[in-house]
């Protein structure tokens, strides 16, 4: 992990080919950083061009349609020469991890929203998302003037506190007290809602500008780790609760997500769903059952 020092502190990080990059950090929790220009103008063109033909709705474990609003495709990247094979060398390059680990986790995600689009607070990982993931990498594919960001409402915000209960295993647990669904004491009325600019605008939120990264951690590092078991995840960093501020007329959002599985880690399911699809391919093939990971691993 990048270790944050401090919120404003800038550390080097390099990319595949050598080039420098400045990793300034935005919160110490959840481990928040900025990668200025970490994709060319040309890199992220051809993201948003490999997934022509290969959108569909994007939906949540519940509330479809509500809690996420946007259109997504998934792109293999194992396959070398394809935008998202170098999207996902460039952020192993960067998170300091081998290439393999990278492309041995889930596909590269592209998301568009339009006007309305958004995707309310939300945490990336845990036993009932049914996938661990380390780390997000979500890197910018357009300028967008008006709304879009991405709201850490939580960033090293000291005067919350949580309700009791295994997160891992309790969406309820990873809310603040307060903050659920239909609770008159939370603050702003409902902070989980990114449709409300009130809401987004909390403590740290990112604008999407092209080529701009945001990196964070999901899991809190293990105290005294087993050399034996590198590959475990450690406990689900609450602060890490982020979501999609709406996107307003007449600008549209486009992102491409990595998220970094620990070997081994992947459920079964996972596993199988690969073996039954043909993922789509940033050359512009059609995976044959991308609906069934996305039913799955949403």
């Known amino acids: 992990m990048f270790d944050p020092v401090r919120k404003g502190y800038k550390q080097r990080a390099y990319t595949e080919d050598g080039r420098q990059l400045v990793v300034e950090t935005l919160a110490v929790r959840p481990k928040l950083f900025l990668i200025e220009d970490f994709c060319s103008a040309a890199e992220a063109d051809a993201l948003v061009a490999a997934s022509a033909g290969l959108l569909e709705p994007s939906g949540t474990l519940r509330n479809e349609g509500v809690i996420r609003v946007s259109e997504h495709a998934w792109l293999d990247h194992a396959k070398a020469g394809d935008a998202a094979f170098d999207l996902s060398r460039r952020v192993a390059a960067v998170a300091r991890l081998p290439p393999s680990m990278v492309h041995g986790s889930e596909p590269v995600q592209t998301a568009r929203y339009e006007p309305g689009g ?12 049914g996938v661990g993931r380390y780390l997000t990498l979500t890197l910018y594919l357009n300028d967008v003037d008006a709304g879009g960001e991405t709201s850490f409402p939580l960033a090293d915000d000291g005067s919350v506190s949580f309700t009791d209960g295994d997160a891992e295993e309790d969406d309820v647990a990873t809310m603040p007290m307060g903050w659920r669904d239909g609770d008159p004491a939370a603050p ?44 475990e995840l450690g406990p689900l960093d609450r602060y890490a609760l982020h979501g999609g501020c709406d996107v307003r007329a007449p600008d549209t959002k486009w992102i491409a997500t990595v998220w970094i599985n620990p070997p081994g880690w992947a459920p079964g399911s996972l596993t199988k769903a690969r073996k039954k699809r043909r993922v789509a391919t940033a050359s512009g093939a059609r995976g044959a059952s991308r609906a069934s990971f996305r039913r799955e691993h949403r």
Do not use: F, M, Q
Request: proline share 9%.
């Open 188 to 231: 702003d009325g409902e902070p989980w809602d990114l449709s409300r600019e009130a809401s987004c605008r909390r403590n740290v939120w990112v604008r999407p500008r092209k080529g701009r990264a945001v990196l964070w951690y999901n899991h809190e590092p293990i105290s005294n780790p087993d050399p034996a078991k590198w590959t």
């Open 118 to 129: 958004h995707y309310y607070l939300h945490l990336d990982t845990g036993r009932n998302h």
